[in-house]
């Protein structure tokens, strides 16, 4: 059944190809700040809503929402701006959606939020981690600090929060090689990439699995294709979150 959807931080990578993969079967919004990338958006057959998230009142978000069945929040600040800029959009920005969600009146649209591998308590190891994912972990949080703290603090804040239904989609390390259409989802490794039109394909197949509320699923290159590791990974129902 056709949906209502909007997309937080519609001109990202990811975001233009779910918009692309989204708009032949439902009518899709995607947010952005910059009104040079309303032909972009308009070209994946998506309307472009300009709306700056970092400005936007809970209020008026709420307002933004209303009527829509999914929210997809793929926003991020992309490593610009340091870590205030970091806070701003990655945490403050998601809590702001998550209140929008909140204040939506009438049926509150369902969230789909935009991750990463490996956010979690940075204390609590997954049971499942070999010694090569302890190793990787300790290397990205060396990285990319801010971005892993901010980014949990964002789930953490969602993740007890029961006035919406909402889903985490956790890919790992991204890159712009063409689609596989395969992935391994669920418990999975750290080292592995995935392309981002995979990503996108997950998070187009989740547009239709309320199935798949409160969640944490992990995402990255495999051999399954995608609709089936997906289907067994909400079948079995683990979260990967660790709070």
Do not use: C
């Not at 702001?96 to 009438?106: H, L, P, Q």
């Not at 049926?107 to 090569?132: F, G, Q, W």
């Not at 981002?196 to 989740?206: C, E, F, G, M, T």
Request: net charge negative.
């Amino acid at each position: 059944m056709a949906k209502k959807i909007i997309i937080v931080g519609g001109h990202g990578n990811i975001s233009l190809r779910l918009a692309r993969l989204l708009s032949p079967s439902h009518s899709v919004t995607s947010l952005i700040r910059n009104p040079e990338h309303q032909q972009d958006i308009l070209e994946t057959s998506a309307k472009p809503l300009l709306l700056s998230l970092e400005d936007v009142s809970v209020p008026d978000l709420s307002k933004a929402f209303a009527g829509y069945d999914v929210v997809y929040f793929s926003a991020g600040a992309g490593g610009q701006g340091g870590e205030e800029r970091t806070k701003k959009v990655d945490y403050e920005g998601a809590v702001k959606v998550f209140d929008a969600i909140e204040g939506t009146s009438g049926v509150k649209p369902r969230l789909i939020l935009v991750s990463a591998l490996d956010i979690r308590d940075p204390e609590k190891i997954p049971a499942h981690y070999n010694d090569d994912d302890i190793s990787h972990s300790k290397r990205l949080r060396a990285v990319i600090p801010a971005y892993m703290h901010w980014k949990y603090e964002a789930d953490k804040n969602l993740v007890n929060r029961d006035a919406f239904k909402w889903t985490i989609v956790r890919p790992g390390g991204l890159t712009n090689n063409p689609g596989t259409g395969k992935a391994d989802i669920g418990r999975t490794h750290l080292g592995k990439t995935i392309s981002r039109d995979d990503v996108a394909k997950v998070l187009a197949l989740l547009a239709d699995r309320e199935d798949a509320a409160g969640l944490a699923i992990d995402v990255v290159g495999g051999d399954a294709p995608i609709e089936e590791a997906l289907n067994a990974a909400i079948e079995k129902g683990e979260t990967d979150f660790l709070g």
